[in-house]
């Protein structure tokens, strides 16, 4: 087999691999858009959050460029983004999302924690706590707030991604020490299903593509038969053929 044909089959079975991880990658995405979903949403598991010495607990620089590169929070991605809270005592929730620049002027000299990374399998949160005092006044009391939800109970805040830059909080709605709850989010990915539908299909080209490649590269052409020679008459290994003698009559005196 010549080198160019062992290259082809070898590019062949590179595309083929890449082929079954778009499937996979297809085929997760459906698992997850079928079976993830609450209410229209994909929602991460309920989790406590918790800080029993600062005044708020934040999760800042949530950047969002509607024109730029990440996907992370885009509004072309993401229609929509769910947080849903529940104090487990008496105290009154309060969850708010804002503009990051308002939210770093209302909380710059108060005692918070701000949240770090999250890891769901285990769960576990890092805390960067940030000295200060206590707040001027009780988050429910300011105005700057894109969306935002108080009470007792579960507490639903429903954001319209947008651009810029923002800032989750959760405190006690009357701005006391020790804030705990148990919190989900989740977004709407209408995305998804199309993205699935995507690898799936290009997962089925590029394996395809690669499989008729490899077959390709694969088969040797036949030969041709080649036809046999008839055997010559009288001609023996080595010796050569002897000369026919004419015909003569037996009155005929031979040649001189």
């Given at each position: 087999m010549s080198a160019g044909r062992v290259i082809l089959i070898v590019l062949g079975v590179i595309g083929v691999l890449f082929g079954l991880a778009l499937l996979a990658g297809g085929g997760f995405l459906l698992w997850t858009d079928g079976t993830q979903h609450q209410d229209g949403y994909l929602t991460t598991p309920t989790e406590r959050f918790a800080t029993a010495t600062t005044y708020a607990l934040t999760r800042t620089r949530l950047e969002i460029d509607a024109e730029g590169p990440s996907l992370l929070l885009n509004d072309n991605w993401f229609g929509k983004v769910r947080i849903r809270g529940e104090s487990p005592g008496a105290k009154m929730l309060f969850i708010g999302i804002g503009p990051e620049a308002a939210v770093a002027r209302y909380l710059g000299s108060v005692a918070h924690a701000s949240v770090q990374d999250i890891d769901f399998d285990p769960f576990r949160?890092?805390?960067?706590?940030?000295?200060?005092?206590?707040?001027?006044?009780?988050?429910?009391?300011?105005?700057?707030?894109?969306?935002?939800?108080?009470?007792?109970?579960?507490?639903?805040?429903?954001?319209?991604?947008?651009?810029?830059?923002?800032?989750?909080?959760?405190?006690?709605?009357d701005g006391s020490r020790g804030v705990v709850a148990d919190i989900d989010v989740?977004?709407?990915?209408?995305?998804?299903?199309?993205?699935?539908?995507?690898?799936?299909?290009?997962?089925?080209?590029?394996?395809?593509?690669?499989?008729?490649?490899?077959?390709?590269?694969?088969?040797?052409?036949?030969r041709p038969l080649a036809q046999p020679v008839p055997p010559t008459v009288g001609s023996g290994s080595g010796s050569t053929p002897a000369p026919e003698l004419p015909d003569r009559s037996p009155e005929e005196p031979p040649p001189s």
């Open positions: 949160v890092k805390y960067l706590p940030i000295a200060g005092g206590a707040p001027q006044a009780p988050p429910t009391e300011q105005h700057f707030w894109a969306v935002s939800a108080s009470g007792v109970g579960t507490q639903t805040v429903t954001w319209k991604v947008r651009e810029g830059d923002w800032s989750v909080v959760l405190m006690n709605a989740g977004a709407k990915l209408s995305f998804l299903l199309w993205v699935a539908i995507g690898l799936l299909l290009g997962g089925v080209l590029v394996v395809g593509g690669s499989a008729a490649l490899i077959v390709l590269a694969a088969r040797t052409r036949q």
